[in-house]
């Protein structure tokens, strides 16, 4: 079942920071060649490792990799081995929350939080969670679908969720993982008491 919302306009404060900056600065990340080509081929990438997520210590979010985007290809954002689930949007911010609940190998829930958004379709959860830069098709059907005026629209960028258990789309000005806490009931939406481990700020 896709449910599919549109959100009221609200600019937020946003910033765009690597792992383990916690101070809200806006902090950015320099880019990094990786081989012969163009500039358009040139990557950035962060590794992240969240201890105590499990005994095996694996990294649970993966390498970041933001791809100079020129239509053709899908940049990865964000990755994560856990299941999340749509857990709450909230009008008055315009916030969607994605949550993992601890489980037999992580004792904190980790959570995605969307901020700034506009327009969302969706399944209720998704398991093996990928985010991506969505497709210029993909773009440009939510941005029609937002109903943004063109002077806006370069405040929003559509990411795409891809996962073994359904796909989705989401326009919003920020994405943060917040990792925090074992009572998935009683956590804030925001990043009260929870550490920021990643956060970017997008922009078309």
């Given at each position: ?153 370069e405040r929003y960028r559509v990411v795409s ?33 929870r550490e920021v481990v990643w956060s970017m700020r997008l922009q078309s």
């Open positions: 079942m896709i449910t599919t919302f549109v959100a009221p306009l609200i600019v937020t404060d946003t910033y765009y920071a690597p792992a383990g900056n916690t101070s809200g600065s806006d902090t950015r990340l320099l880019p990094r060649r990786t081989g012969p080509g163009p500039k358009t081929q040139s990557t950035k990438h962060v590794s992240l490792r969240m201890p105590g997520s499990g005994s095996s210590g694996i990294e649970e979010v993966a390498p970041l990799a933001i791809h100079a985007n020129d239509g053709s290809s899908s940049a990865i954002l964000f990755r994560s081995q856990r299941t999340f689930t749509v857990w709450r949007y909230g009008v008055g911010h315009s916030q969607l929350l994605l949550r993992a609940v601890p489980d037999s190998g992580n004792t904190l829930c980790l959570d995605l939080l969307f901020e700034g958004v506009r327009a969302m379709q969706l399944v209720t959860h998704y398991k093996t969670l990928e985010l991506h830069t969505a497709s210029d098709s993909e773009s440009q059907q939510m941005l029609e679908f937002s109903e943004l005026s063109p002077p806006w629209r969720l891809h996962s073994k258990s359904g796909s989705g789309l989401v326009l919003c000005s920020r994405i943060s993982a917040l990792r925090g806490g074992e009572d998935p009931v009683g956590l804030p939406e925001g990043p009260e008491g």
